[in-house]
């Protein structure tokens, strides 16, 4: 075993899934939602850099991981895929070489 599981479960829960768990993902273009959603009160909003798509959030997912992991975990983890599920039967890959 390279590192526990439980640990890095419980770093992707921090860094990603907390944030983006019953929140509104929204593309920073689309300035007539956000302004929307700035109106209501107590709204849990995650303003985004893309359109959130599965390819784009799955991307965006990775992005966040890696950073996570390795400032946690230095050359000992090196993240390799993100996958991100619509449905069961429907997801989106992101992969290191996508990023270039």
Request: glycine content about 4%.
């Amino acid at each position: 075993m390279v590192m526990d599981f439980t640990d890095i479960k419980a770093l992707a829960r921090r860094a990603l899934v907390d944030l983006w768990d019953h929140a509104f993902l929204v593309w920073r273009g689309d300035r007539a939602l956000m302004e929307f959603l700035g109106s209501l009160p107590d709204h849990k909003t995650v303003v985004l850099e893309s359109v959130p798509t599965a390819e784009n959030l799955a991307l965006e997912a990775f992005r966040i991981l890696d950073g996570a992991y390795r400032d946690r975990f230095g050359s000992h983890l090196h993240l390799e895929q993100v996958r991100l599920y619509e449905t069961p039967n429907c997801w989106a890959d992101a992969r290191r070489e996508d990023l270039t």
